[in-house]
């Protein structure tokens, strides 16, 4: 339960406890590197057809992973450069508890477009962001990280 990308799973064959789900949903910012997503996470297309669903996992922000949506630590490799905040002065949107499913839906070429109520937290585990509706770049390329400017378009990011 502690692996932070979800990577390592687990399946009690004693009948112990299943993994809790987390009682909120927290993005995490890590500073040069991928988001990690804890709570009662769902990715989908943009049909609504989930395509995976967890409760930790470490999603691509640099664009370059090749096995996208996921973090394979790619970022290392072209040394990708992304603070752990954001870079504007955006306000919380709406004042709401993190808590109930959580949605990211993969736009074709590009971002995540959340649903459902969460949080993002820089690095250092200050709540920087609260809503229940926004866009995170998985480009690598906006100026406005964590969120979407747009700039996926005109770089022609590339990503089912
Ligand atoms: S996905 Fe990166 S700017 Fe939109």
């Known amino acids: 339960m502690r692996c932070p990308t979800g990577a390592l799973q687990f399946e009690r064959k004693d009948d112990g406890p299943a ?9 995490l910012i890590e500073a040069n590197g991928p988001l990690y997503v804890r709570g009662k996470v769902e990715l989908t297309d943009m049909d609504g057809g989930v395509l995976h669903q967890d409760t930790r996992v470490a999603l691509c922000r640099c664009g370059a992973s090749k096995i996208k ?6 970022h290392l490799q072209i040394n990708f450069q992304a603070e752990a905040g954001v870079t504007d002065n955006r306000e919380e949107t709406v004042d709401l508890k993190p808590v109930g499913p959580i949605k990211f839906v993969l736009a074709p070429n590009g971002p995540y477009r959340l649903q459902g109520n969460f949080e993002i937290r820089s690095a250092d585990g200050r709540a920087i962001f609260r809503g229940n ?3 995170l770049c998985r480009c690598g390329s906006s100026q406005n990280k964590p969120f979407c400017d747009g700039t996926h378009k005109s770089i022609g990011f590339l990503a089912e």
Request: aromatic share 6%; glycine share 0%.
């Open 133 to 135: 509706k926004t866009a």
């Open 19 to 27: 993994e809790p789900i987390p009682a909120e949903n927290i993005i």
């Open 69 to 74: 949506p996921f973090c394979d630590n790619t």
